[in-house]
């Protein structure tokens, strides 16, 4: 394995997201290069504040995608349809994920309506499907960064697996687009020199195609004109522009400008981004790609601190699971970097395996600069970062320094594991979410004092904040030890059937005025787990992002009203939440079946086409059924139930076996392996409507 896997694995990652971020507010068509350059002249930094950046397409696509190495390449090689399998699974049918342009407009929305309608990968996404304009489109090579991640050092390799998932959508230069950008991404393992990422990237594309052509031509002029990269955007535009390719977005006059932007970028990751997002044309998707390889080749340490800070460890995604949706980037590098291991044949670092914890919230601080997107809430009184200076275990823990706090003065240092839409700026790609953390799971951090000032020793209280009426809970107040190592501990209490939406401690000044606290507190080993046990108090939740919390919805009308959730559909439709990572658990809810026949709790679920459902599937009849790419009645029994009823319904998952229970009676009971984890939920396989009260869910 290539030398710093991890860490030069997270620096391209996080690479990824700055690039998206920085181009994101001046993508086309609104904004041209001419109107880029009027309003922000020369860019070197970001040029929108958000209150966080919402969900895109670019971060979509390689953290979904990749799945396909968990869920069935998982002992052999990977092929174009088990990326494909995570396209159906991962994403909610016109929502999110990437643009639902419609049928032969968007390329992405084609190819899920090709597999939908059973026409595999790679046909989905070929030539001779859907032409060679859809074809072609930019979508080849900008979701596919982390199978370059996943392949240190191993061109060839990653640019295999980058050309079987852009297959799925892509073909011709789309799929040249993609194994050049996974080559050079894995060459920036071995090497920073920018022409020899360009030569590794080249490498793996036929020389005769126009990909390599507009390359070439950068090249040239760059060997030329070295000074200004304005000079070579000129070229582009003359020669290789838009106007020159049919589509929405073709791959070459944007490929031209990630050549462009790592050749005049200097081998400096600031100024590739910088160029790419310059250069207008499709700026998030072309720094995103820039910045993963730059990321990659100049490291952690190539990353300045006014791109990297915002990001601070943490994206929102926009896939069918809203668990999966809240990502923080040192746990979700660890897991690829965990793959990149397996695909390598090699054993993982022991602090690497131990570290990576699926299911549980496990913040070290031990990556370089890491902050795990633990934040503040009034930078006045205290500021965070990563520091060496002190650490539980390990190198790193977040310092928390006080800055004059006085007798009442409070600040709250917190993790955010729930979003609504009030959180975000706009409303990206759909966002949905489902809480990382519940009620009865135990919250554990070390915390360490280095006070310089006061004569009061200042004190934390533990809490958490409940979404829908926004009040702290505190859990008593712990006086601190200097110069001391402590551990605070607390269990989530019960929410009454509200979304935790913070947690984390209220640091608290106790020195009087003349004596102002000054000094810094040290967070260490911070972690969330055990067993949740909670209710979704219907009445609490509310419409956001075209969905409603806590779900993520997948196809259907669905609406709140009379205290109930209400489901309205004409077709197969679903509603997922809880932890994507729950194994054994009981959950139930009150079931009134309106009309129609199929009206269904759904457990273990793991996307839209791997779960089980039980309740009510056809008139007089009661079932358990299996849906893995196709619904399969797994048990059946007669049951009158009848329109208009409520009816309490209940669904235990322990081991292999799967429980049915109605209104307090067991009527079904099966066993089955196909899935040992997963979220929850309800929905109707057929027409129909059905309303669905407060669901109680506990794991076992």
């Not at 670092?349 to 914890?357: T, V």
């Not at 102002?516 to 080993?525: H, I, M, P, R």
């Amino acid at each position: 394995m290539v030398e710093n896997y991890l860490e030069k694995l997270y620096a391209g990652f996080l690479g990824m997201n700055i690039g998206i971020r920085l181009g994101a507010p001046v993508e086309p068509t609104i904004w041209t290069y001419d109107r880029i350059r009027n309003t922000y002249g020369d860019i070197t930094s970001y040029v929108k504040e958000y209150k966080n950046f919402a969900a895109d397409d670019d971060a979509n696509g390689p953290v979904y995608f990749l799945r396909a190495l968990i869920d069935d390449a998982k002992d052999r090689p990977l092929t174009a349809q088990d990326v494909a399998r995570a396209w159906l699974n991962y994403a909610r049918e016109g929502v999110g994920m990437f643009w639902w342009g419609g049928y032969g407009i968007s390329t992405e929305h084609t190819a899920y309506l090709n597999l939908k309608n059973g026409i595999p990968a790679p046909a989905s996404g070929s030539i001779e499907q859907n032409g060679a304009i859809l074809a072609e489109q930019i979508g080849g090579q900008i979701f596919i960064d982390t199978w370059g991640l996943v392949n240190p050092g191993q061109p060839q390799r990653a640019a295999d697996h980058g050309a079987a998932a852009a297959s799925v959508s892509h073909d011709g230069n789309g799929i040249w687009g993609a194994r050049f950008m996974c080559a050079a991404i894995a060459k920036a393992f071995q090497t920073s020199d920018v022409d020899e990422l360009i030569d590794a990237g080249l490498a793996q594309i036929p020389a005769d195609c126009t990909y390599r052509a507009v390359a070439d031509a950068v090249r040239a002029f760059h060997k030329e004109h070295p000074e200004n990269w304005r000079d070579c955007h000129e070229m582009l535009v003359q020669n290789w522009g838009y106007d020159k390719y049919q589509g929405t977005c073709h791959i070459i006059p944007n490929a031209g400008v990630c050549i462009m932007s790592l050749l005049y970028g200097g081998g400096a990751f600031d100024r590739t981004v910088e160029i790419a997002t310059m250069a207008g044309w499709d700026t998030d998707c072309n720094a995103g790609n820039v910045g993963t390889i730059m990321g990659v080749a100049c490291g952690l340490q190539g990353l300045p601190q006014r791109y990297r800070a915002p990001i601070n460890d943490g994206i929102v995604c926009s896939g069918i699971s809203g668990y999966l949706n809240i990502l923080d980037i040192p746990t979700f590098c660890r897991e690829v970097a965990m793959l990149g291991y397996r695909l390598a044949g090699e054993e993982p670092p022991k602090a690497l395996a131990d570290s990576y914890r699926p299911g549980q919230i496990y913040f070290d601080f031990e990556l370089p600069g890491s902050t795990h997107n633990i934040r503040v809430s009034d930078p006045f009184f205290c500021r965070i970062e990563h520091s060496t200076e002190h650490a539980y275990a390990g190198t790193g823990s977040l310092s928390i320094l006080m800055d004059r706090m006085v007798r009442g003065d409070q600040c709250k240092i917190f993790y955010k594991p729930f979003y609504t839409r009030d959180d975000f700026s706009d409303a990206r790609y759909s966002p949905v979410f489902s809480p990382t953390v519940y009620p009865g799971q135990t919250v554990s951090m070390k915390l360490y004092l280095d006070q310089w000032n006061g004569n009061e020793t200042p004190g934390v209280a533990p809490y958490i904040r409940t979404c829908s009426d926004q009040k702290d809970h505190l859990q008593g107040y712990i006086k601190l030890v200097q110069h001391q190592w402590i551990e605070v501990s607390f269990t989530i209490p019960d929410t009454n059937g509200n979304e935790v939406d913070e947690v984390g401690i209220v640091l608290e000044g106790y020195a009087p005025a003349s004596f102002k606290t000054l000094g810094k507190v040290y967070l260490d080993e911070f972690t969330i787990q055990g067993k949740s046990a909670y209710t979704i108090d219907i009445k609490k939740q509310k419409k956001d992002f075209a969905a409603i919390t806590p779900f993520s919805l997948d196809h259907g009308a669905w609406d709140l009203y009379g205290g109930t959730l209400n489901l309205m559909r004409n077709e197969p439709s679903f509603a997922y939440t809880g932890s994507y990572y729950a194994k054994d658990y009981v959950f139930s809810a009150p079931v009134t079946p309106v009309h129609g026949t199929s009206h269904l709790l759904l457990g273990r679920a793991l996307g839209a086409q791997r779960f089980y459902a039980a309740g009510f599937d056809e008139a007089g009849k009661a079932v358990i059924l299996k849906n893995d790419f196709g619904f399969q009645t797994l048990a059946e029994c007669d049951l009158d139930w009848k329109i208009g009823q409520t009816y309490e319904v209940e669904m235990r998952l322990e081991g292999n076996t799967i429980l049915l229970q109605i209104n307090g009676t067991q009527v079904l009971s099966v066993q089955d392996d196909s899935f040992n984890h997963g979220m929850f939920g309800c929905g109707s396989c057929c027409m129909g409507r059905t309303s669905f009260g407060n669901f109680t869910f506990q794991e076992l």
